[in-house]
């Protein structure tokens, strides 16, 4: 089953990945759009410095969360 997140950031905001214990971190200044299939793959698109951005992770457990940090 697909499922789908949506979280608008705010200044500060910065969106985190956890892929096999790594994190990517991403700050981004518009709405971030994360899609995924339970085990396979994530696909994260927004906005970074006006640029539009996208990542794929494969094989994220479903488990684990997508975080939207402020720090």
Not at 34 to 56: E, I, L, M, P
Request: charged content about 25%.
């Amino acid at each position: 089953m697909k499922k789908t997140i949506e979280k608008v950031s705010r200044d500060g905001m910065f969106l985190a990945l956890l892929d096999k214990s790594k994190w990517a971190i991403y700050p981004v200044d518009s709405a971030i759009v994360c899609s995924w299939k339970s085990g396979q793959q994530v696909r994260v698109s927004g906005k970074q410095a006006g640029r539009t951005f996208s990542h794929s992770i494969e094989n994220l457990d479903f488990a684990q969360k997508v975080y939207a940090l402020k720090l």
